[in-house]
Nanobody, 121 residues
Framework: QVQLVESGGGLVQAGSSLRLSCTAS????????MAWYRQAPGKQRTLVAE???????NYADAVKGRFTISRDNPKNTLYLQMNNLKPEDTATYYC???????????????WGQGTQVTVSE
């Protein structure tokens, strides 16, 4: 069973920084693509950034140059460093683990419970 636990959200002023963390259970972490998504009230959940098992990364245009995704495989932890935050970054941020097989066991696409990020003017 996949368990993802996010932390690090909060209320900050525009221009500030936050670092989100997502700790994953199980040995699947090292082989799957991990990602951060966000969802603002009344809007669809959208991809913020993703990182493959190789370390290759991809970012939404809205966060390029401001956010950095990284992973610490020995700690089974995913990070999102968010700098120069803007009010439009306000949303619930979700950790996502992609599907994968390891040791003949299938791990499905999974989500954390979300952490709120609120950026004031």
């Amino acid at each position: 069973q996949v368990q993802l636990v996010e932390s690090g959200g909060g209320l900050v002023q525009a221009g500030s920084s936050l670092r989100l963390s997502c700790t994953a259970s199980g040995s699947f972490f090292t082989i799957v693509t991990m990602a951060w998504y966000r969802q603002a009230p009344g809007k669809q959940r959208t991809l913020v950034a993703e990182i493959e098992s190789t370390g290759s990364t991809n970012y939404a245009d809205a966060v390029k140059g401001r956010f950095t995704i990284s992973r610490d495989n020995p700690k089974n932890t995913l990070y999102l460093q968010m700098n120069n935050l803007k009010p439009e970054d306000t949303a619930t941020y979700y950790c996502n683990s992609g599907p994968g097989w390891i040791n003949s066991r299938y791990y499905p696409n999974s989500w954390g419970q979300g952490t709120q990020v609120t950026v004031s003017e």
